[in-house]
């Protein structure tokens, strides 16, 4: 006697292995400390911010440019309401101090985290763990980066760029700017415990024979 199964139970069971697959898969990813996978998580989502933060300042400089023209005859997000959202200048600096805190130095830490190990001959960073950790601490900066300007009025933020950005005083701060000021921490220090890792591997793991030079 030989026993088949149903398509219907075939199918049940494929769709079964597939979500165990798909769950180890993801943990897998959650879970890992090898530093390719880790790079691509933490390029990724610079790239993904960076990219953001260029939609943004494309269309807020357009309407900007559509407001001094008279054509919208206000600056306020959604028209002549400034409480129905946020302010053009709230979103452009937050767009712009994100492109240059949040984007450009740790997507050079990514980028270094995947290609200094294969130049110097190491199987792996020297400390995997810290750098699961460096990463991780990036990625809620950068989500507590977005939240601190949806809060409330944002944060009162300082131009770098040299246009109408204002300083944080005692009547501003806010809830929103404990958030920024956290989440700039949080990306500083694991940006720095990042490159200390990177630089400690170079002393540390590179293949006999290569000097520093």
């Not at 507590?144 to 770098?160: H, N």
């Not at 700017?177 to 921490?185: E, G, I, K, M, N």
């Amino acid at each position: 006697m030989s026993i088949t199964a149903s398509p219907a139970t075939s199918a049940a069971v494929d769709q079964a292995a597939f979500g165990d697959d798909a769950l180890d898969a993801v943990e897998s990813w959650l879970g890992t400390t090898d530093h390719r996978r880790l790079g691509r998580i933490h390029l990724g989502v610079a790239l993904l911010a960076g990219a953001l933060g260029a939609v943004l300042l494309a269309f807020v400089g357009q309407r900007l440019d559509a407001a001094a023209r008279g054509v919208l005859g206000t600056r306020s997000w959604l028209g002549e309401s400034a409480a129905a959202g946020f302010s053009f200048s709230r979103v452009f600096n937050a767009a712009q101090t994100g492109l240059v805190v949040v984007v450009a130095v740790p997507m050079f830490l990514a980028l270094a985290s995947i290609v200094v190990p294969r130049q110097i001959g190491a199987s792996r960073l020297a400390f995997p763990r810290l750098h699961a950790f460096v990463v991780w601490s990036y990625v809620m900066g950068v989500a507590l980066f977005a939240t601190s300007f949806l809060v409330r009025t944002g944060p009162p933020t300082v131009d770098i760029f040299g246009s109408t950005g204002t300083l944080v005083t005692g009547v501003q701060a806010n809830k929103a700017t404990d958030l920024f000021v956290a989440s700039l921490a949080l990306i500083a220090i694991s940006t720095l415990l990042g490159f200390i890792n990177i630089f400690t591997t170079v002393l540390t793991h590179r293949c006999a024979g290569l000097s520093l030079d």
